[in-house]
T-cell receptor, first 113, second 117 residues
Framework: DAKTTQPTSMDCAEGRAANLPCNHS???????VYWYRQIHSQGPQYIIH???NNETNEMASLIITEDRKSSTLILPHATLRDTAVYYC??????????????FGKGTHLIIQP | KAGVTQTPRYLIKTRGQQVTLSCSPI?????VSWYQQTPGQGLQFLFE???????NKGNFPGRFSGRQFSNSRSEMNVSTLELGDSALYLC????????????????FGPGTRLTVL
C-alpha cells in the first residue's frame, strides 16, 4: 500500500464544510484512495473511495488531484457527530499483496459548536 | 440489513487465561477480518478468513488464532493472555475477497474490549 500523510488534527465549525487533506505522492496507477472514520470507541466506518475521478455519496465528497498525488475528503455541512479520526488509505482495489487495511494515525477532526 | 455484531462487548480476564471472541458478519458477506486496536500501536490487522479458510495473517504470535464457520461467522482465540493483549478487538466483514470485489470496503462491528489483569 502506498504511504499516506495526513495532518494530526483539525478543527472545523459546525455547519461549515470540513476539508481533510491526504498526501499520497507514491500512489501507483492501480491504487485507489479509501477514506474511513472512527468515532470514539466505535469501529471504523467506510466513507468513500475513488481512483481518479471525483466521487460523491450521501456522506462526503472525494476530490483527487489530476496527478493523483493528493486528495481531499469534504464533509459539506459538518455536525458535532462528525467529530472522529479520519483515515486515508491507499491500496489496490483487490487488496492484493499483503492484506488487511493499513490504518495510519489519521486526522482527528474536531467539530466546534 | 443488520450490521456486524460482536460478542461479548466487554471482557475481563487474567494473565495466562484464554479467551474466545465471536463475530457475526453482515448477511451475505463471506470475508471476515480481525483487527487489534491499542493506543500505542493503533489498528493492526490480525487475519482474514474467507470460505472457512485463513487467507492472510498479520504479524502476531501464534497465540492468536481464529476460525470461520460455514455460515461465515467467525471466532478468534487468544491463549495464554498477556497484559499487552488488552485492546479493542474489531471484526470487519466485506462482500467478497476473490475477483477483487469490494474487499477494501469493510464494515466493522463495535468491537470487543478485552482487559487483561
Amino acid at each position: 500500500d502506498a504511504k499516506t500523510t495526513q495532518p494530526t488534527s483539525m478543527d472545523c465549525a459546525e455547519g461549515r464544510a470540513a476539508n481533510l487533506p491526504c498526501n499520497h505522492s507514491t500512489i501507483s496507477g492501480n491504487e485507489y484512495v479509501y477514506w474511513y472514520r472512527q468515532i470514539h470507541s466505535q469501529g471504523p466506518q467506510y466513507i468513500i473511495h475513488g481512483l481518479k475521478n471525483n466521487e460523491t455519496n450521501e456522506m462526503a465528497s472525494l476530490i483527487i488531484t489530476e496527478d493523483r498525488k493528493s486528495s481531499t475528503l469534504i464533509l459539506p455541512h459538518a455536525t458535532l457527530r462528525d467529530t472522529a479520526v479520519y483515515y486515508c488509505i491507499v491500496r489496490q482495489y483487490s487488496g492484493g499483496g499483503a492484506d488487511g487495511l493499513t490504518f495510519g494515525k489519521g486526522t482527528h477532526l474536531i467539530i466546534q459548536p | 440489513k443488520a450490521g456486524v455484531t460482536q460478542t461479548p462487548r466487554y471482557l475481563i480476564k487474567t494473565r495466562g487465561q484464554q479467551v474466545t471472541l465471536s463475530c457475526s458478519p453482515i448477511s451475505g458477506h463471506r470475508s471476515v477480518s480481525w483487527y487489534q486496536q491499542t493506543p500505542g500501536q493503533g489498528l493492526q490487522f490480525l487475519f482474514e478468513y474467507f470460505s472457512e479458510t485463513q487467507r492472510n495473517k498479520g504479524n502476531f504470535p501464534g497465540r492468536f488464532s481464529g476460525r470461520q464457520f460455514s455460515n461465515s461467522r467467525s471466532e478468534m482465540n487468544v491463549s495464554t493472555l498477556e497484559l499487552g493483549d488488552s485492546a479493542l478487538y474489531l471484526c470487519a466483514s466485506s462482500l467478497a475477497r476473490d475477483r477483487g470485489q469490494s474487499y477494501n470496503e469493510q464494515f466493522f462491528g463495535p468491537g470487543t474490549r478485552l482487559t487483561v489483569l
